[in-house]
């Protein structure tokens, strides 16, 4: 299978809240140190002159300081510090490889799969999200006991897990990494633009809306863009 053989990929599609499939099971928390490692991260990140003017302000818009606030909430000032620089780094790698039009991720994966649609293929993996999120649950409630001070320290240790998770949840939605600036705030069954990989096809003038139940879509007029 290749890339070529994904469905023709509509404008928009809808996503659910996937904080709140989460949120059930994993605590969100917030690092009231934050902003005093932030300050400190800043002053390391400049003395190597990696960035400057509107590229500098471009990278430190997508808020790896709150990344390692919402996913370490329980730590220090020192080890929020040491988090943030660690997330300046590795997601520059990591993750902006993406924003040029990469192809290896699941919901593509899905799609060549199971030969379906983009919204198809969301719904898939949201609801695939969803499962994982009852299955830990019920696997932790399975856990035996292994005495007093060992079960203390896995608790804590299962805490800071879904601390993690639930704070990198809501990074993806406040980082303009991932919605380019796009209100999120009504975060259920949010409608998203599909952005260029490659070059587009002309824009339509007008849209189909489509509402079922659960989903508002919005959409071309153009039977070969149904997910």
């Given at each position: 299978?290749?890339?070529?053989?994904?469905?023709?990929?509509?404008?928009?599609?809808?996503?659910?809240?996937?904080?709140?499939i989460t949120?059930?099971?994993?605590?969100?928390?917030?690092?009231?140190?934050?902003?005093?490692?932030?300050?400190?991260?800043?002053?390391?990140?400049?003395?190597?002159?990696?960035?400057?003017?509107?590229?500098?302000?471009?990278?430190?818009?997508?808020?790896?300081?709150?990344?390692?606030?919402?996913?370490?909430?329980?730590?220090?000032?020192?080890?929020?510090?040491?988090?943030?620089?660690?997330?300046?780094?590795?997601?520059?790698?990591?993750?902006?490889?993406?924003?040029?039009?990469?192809?290896?991720?699941?919901?593509?994966?899905?799609?060549?799969?199971?030969?379906?649609?983009?919204?198809?293929?969301?719904?898939?993996?949201?609801?695939?999200?969803?499962?994982?999120?009852?299955?830990?649950?019920?696997?932790?409630?399975?856990?035996?006991?292994?005495?007093?001070?060992v079960d203390s320290e896995?608790?804590?240790?299962?805490?800071?897990?879904?601390?993690?998770?639930?704070?990198?949840?809501?990074?993806?939605?406040?980082?303009?990494?991932?919605?380019?600036?796009?209100?999120?705030?009504?975060?259920?069954?949010?409608?998203?633009?599909?952005?260029?990989?490659?070059?587009?096809?002309?824009?339509?003038?007008?849209?189909?809306?489509?509402?079922?139940?659960?989903?508002?879509?919005?959409?071309?007029?153009?039977?070969?863009?149904?997910?």
């Amino acid at each position: 299978m290749s890339v070529g053989m994904l469905k023709r990929s509509p404008y928009h599609f809808c996503l659910q809240d996937l904080t709140s499939i989460t949120a059930p099971v994993f605590e969100f928390k917030l690092n009231p140190n934050q902003d005093l490692a932030w300050a400190k991260t800043s002053v390391w990140f400049d003395s190597h002159n990696v960035y400057y003017g509107e590229k500098k302000t471009g990278f430190f818009s997508h808020r790896f300081d709150a990344f390692a606030g919402m996913g370490f909430p329980d730590a220090d000032t020192d080890h929020v510090d040491n988090c943030v620089a660690f997330f300046l780094w590795a997601f520059s790698d990591l993750c902006s490889f993406n924003a040029g039009g990469d192809f290896q991720n699941l919901v593509f994966h899905i799609m060549l799969e199971r030969d379906c649609g983009l919204q198809t293929a969301v719904d898939i993996l949201t609801g695939m999200l969803a499962q994982r999120v009852i299955d830990y649950a019920e696997l932790k409630k399975q856990l035996p006991s292994f005495g007093p001070s060992v079960d203390s320290e896995l608790a804590r240790y299962l805490k800071a897990l879904e601390q993690y998770v639930q704070g990198t949840v809501v990074w993806y939605y406040m980082s303009p990494r991932y919605f380019r600036g796009q209100d999120v705030s009504n975060r259920k069954n949010l409608v998203v633009p599909v952005f260029e990989r490659t070059a587009p096809d002309a824009e339509p003038d007008h849209f189909e809306v489509q509402e079922t139940d659960q989903h508002v879509y919005v959409r071309p007029p153009v039977p070969a863009y149904a997910s």
